[in-house]
């Protein structure tokens, strides 16, 4: 983020005049930034279901669970970088480069010969799925400033497309998997890819489509110490996650935190820093959203993964009965979505936050109460529809949050931190789900998990409640720096 930001939240308290005259940007250029955002929930949530068929095709359910972890190790160490690069190189072109490296890593993967060489493949996916959210938000706030648009309803466009495909994701990846075999959820990305490309490179985005700075003069422009700092410190803090599912790495503890104090030591120097970490000091409202985000979102994979696996292990569902199982999330996301931006337009992000967290604690004591291997399939899909509702509320508020309080130059940057700290939360719930559930998940383990939500939702309830850093004069975003 750029140093120049030297307040902390004066654009968090715009009224909700500063967009209520300005019209909305129009659907195609909404859409044509949303297009490629949804293969990051789209294979996230897919791998929920298939990693079961990829373990009895390999015979190493240990090795594969790598799978999702060198995903969101990669995708959180990449995604502020992107954002980064879309300010220095122009957003659409690395949004297309992103494109093409989800087309290489699928096209890898279904020819993987092996455990290692899938996990190098997701590795690559990964790298390009972390490319598009920071730059459809550049190109969404770009336009809306070059045209005098409000980018609130461009905001919720691309979160309702990812939570919907989030939650749809787990359906989807089941039944292709129970039809055409766990390849079936890779191929499913070169449409995908394609379309975008189309509609990206069709789309006036505002100006963003050719950067600032030739790729040589960026390389220049990046503060390439601060990035290696950055890589090193996320990297090993990620893997040192990782390895407490089994036999802990402990050494990785303290590099981590080496390398995080060099890394904010050289950013506070540095003339140009790759995350300007004083103001991120000074913008308490983002730092707050931002270590909400991460919690958030452990409570929000382990739904995820912990849900879908314990379908298949214990209630013996197949990939495509489990998918099904969890279809009212998608619809109830969708739908939550649109009404939780409603809300944070005309109550402001407490009230959202609040109402998506206290649906998120009421979702872990359900999940904790309901007796699980016996209850009828009508009970799992009304938990299923308690359970969309957080998504929802909980994503339009933090990332309208997000973008009230950053700047066009600093909101891909901003974005990306946003998806670093969901990646963390990701592997927190790896982690969190082999000690409350085993590498088995059954009613016990289930159990175990949803009161651990609970607990962690009702913390949250009280820290937004309490929080000093929103207000409810926060109901739009800034349309301009």
């Known amino acids: ?82 954002g980064r690069l879309g300010v220095l190189l122009g957003a659409r072109r690395v949004f297309v480069a992103g494109l093409v490296l989800v087309a290489l890593g699928s096209l890898a993967g279904m020819f993987a010969p092996s455990v290692p060489m899938l996990i190098a493949s997701y590795v690559v996916l990964a790298m390009g799925i972390s490319v598009h959210m920071p730059n459809a938000m550049t190109m ?116 981590a935190v080496v390398f995080l104090s060099l890394f904010v030591w050289w950013e506070r120097r540095a003339t140009e820093p790759f995350i300007d970490v004083r103001a991120l000091v000074r913008n308490r409202a983002l730092s707050a959203t931002l270590a909400r985000t991460l919690v958030t979102y452990s409570c929000f994979y382990l739904i995820f993964f912990g849900i879908p696996q314990w379908l298949q292990y214990s209630r013996g569902m197949t990939a495509i009965e489990a998918g099904l199982t969890m279809l009212p999330v998608a619809g109830m996301s969708v739908f939550a979505t649109v009404l939780g931006a409603r809300t944070y337009r005309r109550y402001g992000p407490r009230v959202t936050l609040l109402i998506g967290t206290f649906a998120l604690c009421v979702g872990g004591v359900l999940i904790a109460l309901v007796e699980s291997s016996t209850a009828p399939l009508v009970v799992l899909a009304l938990v299923a529809l308690v359970l969309g509702i957080p998504n929802g509320f909980n994503n339009i508020g933090n990332q309208s949050l997000v973008n009230s309080v950053t700047t066009v130059e600093e909101v891909g940057t901003a974005i990306g931190m946003y998806r670093t700290a969901a990646f963390i939360g990701a592997n927190l719930a790896v982690v969190t789900l082999q000690m409350t559930a085993g590498n088995v998940v059954d009613d016990a383990g289930l159990h175990r998990t949803g009161w651990f939500i609970a607990g962690v939702s009702a913390l949250l309830l009280v820290g937004i409640g309490f929080s000093r850093h929103m207000g409810n004069a926060i109901r739009s975003e800034v349309i301009g720096p």
């Open 1 to 82: 983020m750029q140093r120049r930001r030297s307040t902390a939240g004066l654009n968090v308290t715009a009224s909700v005049s500063s967009g209520a005259h300005l019209g909305a940007i129009p659907v195609r250029v909404r859409f044509a930034a949303a297009s490629g955002t949804v293969l990051q929930p789209l294979n996230s949530s897919m791998i929920a279901v298939a990693i079961v068929g990829i373990a009895a095709q390999f015979g190493s359910s240990a090795g594969v669970s790598w799978i999702i972890s060198a995903m969101y190790i990669t995708t959180a160490v990449c995604a502020p970088m992107a």
């Open 140 to 255: 969404v706030r770009a336009y809306a400033e070059r045209y005098r648009r409000q980018s609130r309803t461009a905001l919720t466009t691309l979160v309702m497309c990812g939570q919907s495909v989030a939650a749809l994701g787990p359906t989807l990846g089941g039944l292709l998997v129970g039809t055409f075999g766990w390849q079936s959820i890779l191929w499913v990305n070169l449409p995908v890819v394609v379309l975008s490309a189309i509609a990206v490179l069709r789309a006036d985005l505002g100006g963003v489509q050719s950067g600032r700075l030739t790729a040589r003069n960026a390389l220049h422009a990046l503060d390439v110490p601060g990035i290696a700092l950055f890589l090193v410190a996320i990297t090993s803090t990620m893997l040192w996650l990782v390895s407490m599912r089994a036999q802990p790495t402990w050494w990785l503890l303290p590099v």
